[in-house]
């Protein structure tokens, strides 16, 4: 059977003409001028995304302060906050290496504050701070202090010394050493005519350490409110508040501040100042806790020197090591890396109660 024509479609566009080398040559170079500045673009937002990732803005960071770009340092550390938003681990490094960057920048009042914000963020997450990390802290923070000597900040040099030694993971040593390294001048414009060598465990100056939290309530007691309080002032010192209802039953009622005091068998002495309103009678409780054995103990301490208006000072001089040293050879564990984690008061029961805390130190007791 015949397939008739009309069965048949006939194609009668003409031929597209072909392309000319040079034609071709051309094509090539415009789609190149399009093309290249946007891969430019996105190979550059790549780069400035990752130089903020977690785990990479310490190199752009240290490269940067390494190179007197101390702003862009800053900026690096501070993406990378932003960018880390659902971990924390990091920050420590962050607020250190921002301290670098302000003092290169000779603003050393920031660089401060970064310091003892590295040093409130590694002494409540010690497990954090690498020994690197510790180590390079320190140097710098005792460094910083100074440069606050030398320029006549007495004050500030307190604080730095302070923020190092706490930093450096090992206060008691630290403090120990600084002694040594500090002319008796030195000495007497950081720590005065009559005081002991000392550094601040905690002085409530940082937000993110001006806290006592609760460790036990047995009592049944309310927290109505727990912060830095922005009027009281011990001789200028800021102060913690702690403001809790009535007890409802017996039992203990603690509440404490998290600290990293690797226990020493160097000398030494921790004192802070208390003041309640109405006067319950409390005692200040020092926790340990043993790493390894994963034992924890607790002291009281109940004597107080009274102050003026309302303040009284609590001064615990005991020998810390061989006093944990015994009980743990009774029970049976190492006290090789024990630490005080907790400072803080026990109340009894009784009524209504606020309550103040101020300047937690770390000092060298006389010699005996």
């Given at each position: ?5 009309e ?8 031929e597209?003409?072909l392309?000319?080398?040079?034609q ?6 415009i ?19 990752s ?5 990479t ?28 938003v659902?971990?924390?681990?990091h920050?420590g490094?962050?607020f250190?290496?921002r301290a ?15 310091l ?9 997450r ?11 802290s320190a140097?710098f ?23 190092a030694?706490?930093?450096?993971g090992?206060p008691v ?6 002694q ?20 601040f ?5 940082n937000?993110?350490a ?21 009027i ?14 009535q007890?409802q039953g ?5 509440y404490s ?9 160097k ?40 102050e003026?208006?309302g ?19 009774e029970?049976g564990?190492s ?5 005080i984690?907790?400072?803080?008061i ?20 006389a010699?005996?």
């Amino acid at each position: 059977m015949a397939i008739s024509e009309e069965y048949f479609e006939t194609d009668t566009s003409p031929e597209p003409p072909l392309l000319s080398a040079w034609q071709k040559v051309l094509l090539f170079l415009i789609c190149s001028l399009v093309l290249i500045p946007g891969f430019h673009f996105i190979r550059l937002a790549s780069l400035e995304v990752s130089q903020y990732q977690v785990s990479t803005f310490e190199a752009y960071a240290r490269e940067a302060i390494a190179a007197g770009r101390h702003q862009r340092a800053i900026e690096f550390c501070t993406g990378a906050l932003k960018s880390g938003v659902n971990r924390s681990d990091h920050h420590g490094k962050v607020f250190a290496l921002r301290a670098q960057a302000y003092a290169g920048m000779n603003r050393l009042p920031q660089a401060l504050t970064e310091l003892e914000s590295a040093a409130a963020f590694w002494t409540r997450r010690y497990f954090y701070a690498t020994e690197e990390d510790r180590e390079e802290s320190a140097q710098f923070g005792e460094a910083l202090g100074r440069r606050f000597l030398e320029s006549d900040d007495a004050e500030s040099a307190l604080r730095a010394f302070s923020a190092a030694g706490m930093i450096s993971g090992h206060p008691v040593e630290f403090l120990h050493a600084l002694q040594k390294t500090l002319s008796p001048a030195e000495q007497t414009r950081v720590w005065g005519t009559e005081g002991p060598p000392r550094i601040f465990v905690n002085d409530f100056r940082n937000p993110d350490a001006a806290r006592l939290e609760q460790v036990v309530e047995e009592q049944g007691r309310t927290l109505i409110s727990a912060g830095q309080d922005p009027i009281e002032r011990r001789q200028g010192a800021a102060a913690v508040l702690l403001e809790l209802g009535q007890a409802q039953g017996e039992g203990r009622s603690w509440y404490s501040m998290d600290t990293y005091l690797p226990l020493s068998q160097k000398p030494f002495a921790l004192r802070l100042h208390v003041k309640e309103d109405p006067p319950v009678g409390v005692a200040v409780v020092l926790g340990y806790w043993f790493e390894s054995a994963r034992q924890s103990a607790t002291t009281l301490n109940r004597e107080a020197l009274e102050e003026k208006e309302g303040w009284k000072q609590y001064v615990i001089e005991r020998d810390f090591y061989n006093e944990r040293l015994a009980e743990a050879n009774e029970k049976g564990y190492s006290v090789a890396d024990g630490f005080i984690n907790k400072i803080g008061i026990s109340l009894p029961p009784g009524p209504a109660v606020r309550i103040w805390v101020s300047g937690v130190e770390l000092y060298l007791p006389a010699a005996k």
